[in-house]
Structures are given as structure tokens and as C-alpha cells.
């Protein structure tokens, strides 16, 4: 199938409109109308209905909005990773949420570089569900997730142990902060303290809330590892009595993926987690 019949669709269902796909895709109206009717025709069933307040998806566009971006992803990845680098015959492919890039994700390539120089490495950095998305249609080998998504044949193995700890700037407790750290933080924190379950302060990003509350005061909760350093200088101090949350750091990757290269890689990264590190805010 033409991918553009893919992104096209993909686009009409972002915009609501025709007219506005066509804007974005820089074709006419004509151009999108007939790719669609092409793709209706081939996948023999209608996709979308058409009305003054634009197009909305059938039951079978809804269902079809997941194989088409499937089909896009796959071929970007194919035009990113081809025609692979002269001499490097495999490609392994890592990646890892923002906030463990630095020591874990950057140790895990040092590593692999260290241990097979002429291996062709990808590493991507993203949001928990974009590396979760890209291992089920088999962009990824591997990924680093605090949180994973449990589906069949995919393997999740426990890599390390972390904790979440409320800590506050001596003297400039206030405002407390609240970052989310996820579903099972959400659901753990709101229960045991309710009374911090709504602030003037919410942030999804643990570096960006420590380098604010850093520079501002202000107290919650941050990953064991990242705070060590400032509690050690005094720059922070724990707070009495808060609970701790675990917030464990896992590998996963595809079971149908196992073979020499993907176990090369494990290996790399279990040589970078017991070399440690020092780690990032």
C-alpha cells in the first residue's frame, strides 16, 4: 500500500476535514479526496463520514487509525536505519525514557561501543508510551521504562530498584510540588497524602521540578539516585516522616526478538548497572 495513502488518511483524522488535510499536506483537496477513496476502495469499507463540520471516522476508520500508524512508523524506520553503515551488517536498536538518558542510557552505549566497536547502535529518547508503541511494532530492541506495559510475548525484567523521596530546601519548604511520576505514584501518593493530592504547583517532568525547586524552595518528591548528591551538600534535607514510594526501573523488549544481538546488548547493559554512575538531575 502507498504510504501516502496512510499519512494521508492519518491527517484527515488529526484535522477533522478534509480541506484542512489538504492544507497541511500541501495537495489540493482533490489530491486528498481521491486517496482516500483509493484507500476506502482497496480496504473495501468506508472510513469516514463527511458532513458541514468536516469528517469523523467511521467504526472502521477508528480501527484502522492504529494499522496506519503502524505502517507509517515502520517505514520511517526503514528509511532512517537503511542502508546501514558500511561493514555493519546488524543494527541494534535501545532506547529509554527521559530521565534515565543520563548515566543508564548513556552508560548502556558506552558499553556497547566499548564491547563491539563495528556494532551499528540506534538510541532513541522519548516519552514512556512512544517506546512502548515503537517495541510492539518492532522499532526497538530494547527500552528502559519505570513503568511498563504488559502485553503477550513481551518480557520485562526488573533492572533496578529506586525510590521516590520527598525532600525540601532547608528553610524554603513551600510551595510543595507536585510531580507526577505516573498512575501507580498518582493513585499511592493521593491515598497517603491526601492533603497534597491538589497544588498550585503540578509538573510531569522530575528534572525540570528539581532544577525550580533548586532555584526557587519548595519541597516533593524525586528519585533516591538523583537527590543523593544534593542531600549530601546539604542543599536539600528529607522530610520527617513522608512516606517512600518505590519507583523501580525495568528492561523490556520483545521475547520473538531474542538472538546473539539483542543478547549483546543485554549484556552492555548489565555492565553499565554494575559500573554505576553518577546520576543526572
Request: net charge negative; glycine share 8%.
Amino acid at each position: 500500500m502507498d504510504i501516502d495513502l496512510a499519512r494521508t488518511f492519518l491527517s484527515v483524522v488529526r484535522c477533522g476535514s478534509f480541506i484542512a488535510a489538504a492544507e497541511q499536506l500541501h495537495v489540493t483537496q482533490t489530491t486528498v479526496t481521491a486517496r482516500i477513496h483509493n484507500l476506502e476502495g482497496q480496504l473495501g469499507c468506508r472510513l469516514f463520514v463527511r458532513n458541514r463540520g468536516g469528517a469523523r471516522p467511521t467504526e472502521h476508520g477508528q480501527h484502522f487509525i492504529a494499522f496506519a500508524t503502524q505502517l507509517v512508523q515502520t517505514w520511517e524506520a526503514a528509511r532512517r536505519d537503511l542502508p546501514l553503515p558500511q561493514g555493519n551488517p546488524e543494527l541494534l536498536t535501545i532506547g529509554g525514557e527521559i530521565s534515565l538518558w543520563n548515566p543508564l542510557v548513556l552508560d548502556w552505549l558506552q558499553q556497547l561501543r566499548n564491547g563491539a566497536p563495528e556494532l551499528a547502535v540506534r538510541v532513541e529518547v522519548g516519552e514512556r508510551s512512544v517506546l512502548h508503541d515503537k517495541l510492539k511494532h518492532g522499532v526497538l530492541d530494547a527500552a528502559l521504562v519505570h513503568q511498563p506495559d504488559y502485553w503477550p510475548g513481551m518480557q520485562v525484567e526488573q533492572l533496578l530498584e529506586e525510590r521516590l523521596l520527598m525532600v525540601r530546601v532547608s528553610g524554603r519548604a513551600e510551595p510543595y510540588i507536585y510531580i507526577d511520576w505516573g498512575e501507580d505514584f498518582r493513585r499511592q501518593h493521593d491515598a497517603a497524602l491526601p492533603e497534597l493530592a491538589r497544588t498550585t504547583v503540578a509538573l510531569d517532568l522530575g528534572p525540570l521540578a528539581l532544577h525550580f525547586l533548586l532555584s526557587n524552595g519548595g519541597s516533593g518528591y524525586f528519585r533516591s539516585r538523583v537527590v543523593a548528591r544534593p542531600l549530601a551538600e546539604g542543599l536539600l534535607e528529607r522530610v520527617p516522616q513522608a512516606p517512600e514510594f518505590s519507583y523501580p526501573i525495568y528492561l523490556i523488549y520483545p521475547r520473538n526478538k531474542s538472538g546473539d544481538l539483542l543478547q549483546q546488548g543485554l549484556d552492555a547493559l548489565h555492565r553499565a548497572v554494575e559500573r554505576g554512575g553518577e546520576w543526572s538531575l
